[in-house]
Structures are given as C-alpha cells and as structure tokens.
C-alpha cells in the first residue's frame, strides 16, 4: 500500500532530477566528477527496473490487472457495505461490527494461510460472533431495519478481513502471518 502512495511521488523527483541533470549541470560535475549521465536513463529506466523487477517474481501485466481489479472490488464492496450500514445503524454500532474483523481475519487465515490453530483465539472468536448476534437482536426480528444493519455492518468486516488476508497472502511471511505471532 505505502509503495503505491509514494510511487508518484517517487517518480516526480526522479524525473525531476533527471530534467535538472539533462538540462543543466549536474551536481557532480560541479564538483570536478562524472559526466552528467549517470543513474539510467531517467524516468524510463526507473520503471523499466521496477517492471523488470516484477517481471522476476512473476508477475505478469495480466496477473497485476486481475490482482487490481479483485482488490479493488473488494474494496469498494467494503466501503459500500459500511456506508450503508451506517445508513441503517448508528456510528458507534457500525464500527463495533467493524471491528470484529480481527475474528475474521484470524479464521481465514487459519484456514486459507494455515496459520497454527490456538484454542484460546476460538474463544475470542466465538464472543465476537456472540456480540455480533447480540447486535442483531437488539430490537427484535419483527420487521425492524436493525438486522439488515448489522448484516451489512459484519459483512463490511468480512470483506474486509477477505481482503486483509487476500494481502497477507500475496506479502507472504512479511505479511499477516507476523502480525498474528506479535500477538502470541
């Protein structure tokens, strides 16, 4: 995430020095060394070693699109989920749902990165779906709005555990699984 946030940014002062160093004197040469054509070939040859690099993990354009376009969906079905919820219930229920995530990110990646099964998360587990289930009932089922509230409130928490895990899949060690292992 933080790599697609300074990217731009990161591209903007190379090119920048690329321009001062193409343009004018570099600062090496004013210092007696270099002849002003050191560091590749500007903004191409940045990218061309970032895409390079890529392209040796295995990634390909087709493979970056679709690994786009399913994050992205994820998070805009997210957001829309949460917004909507927050339609329906107040602020403070909503991020109570909300942040049941963490129950939800621990059984995916239990399941889907095979994470080491601890008998004392199942029982957080298990008081967050409770509290989850509490929330839904709160003014009864006949005819109120408040179920479908919390419905699209834990599945906003739901998707956004898929994506959590989706990542820290794709990130590898570096990824959710150490996150689980501060907390042991």
Not at 106 to 118: A, D
Request: charged share 20%.
């Amino acid at each position: 995430m933080g790599t697609m946030l300074f990217l731009p940014l990161y591209l903007v002062c190379q090119a920048c020095s690329w321009r001062r160093r193409r343009g004018g004197v570099s600062d090496e040469e004013e210092r007696g060394g270099g002849d002003g054509d050191e560091g590749g070939a500007g903004l191409g040859g940045t990218l061309r070693d970032a895409i390079q690099g890529m392209r040796d993990k295995g990634l390909s354009l087709g493979r970056f699109l679709g690994r786009c376009c399913l994050f992205t969906m994820l998070w805009v079905l997210t957001n829309y989920l949460y917004v909507h919820s927050l339609r329906i219930l107040g602020p403070t229920e909503v991020v109570a749902l909300f942040a049941t995530n963490v129950s939800f990110i621990y059984l995916l990646s239990w399941v889907v990165l095979h994470e080491q099964f601890v008998g004392l998360r199942i029982v957080a587990v298990i008081l967050c779906n409770t509290g989850i289930a509490l929330l839904a009932y709160m003014d009864g089922i006949n005819q109120t709005p408040t179920l479908g509230g919390v419905v699209l409130g834990a599945a906003a928490s739901a998707g956004s555990a898929v994506y959590k895990v989706n990542q820290g899949e794709r990130e590898g060690e570096g990824g959710i699984r150490s996150k689980w292992r501060i907390l042991d």
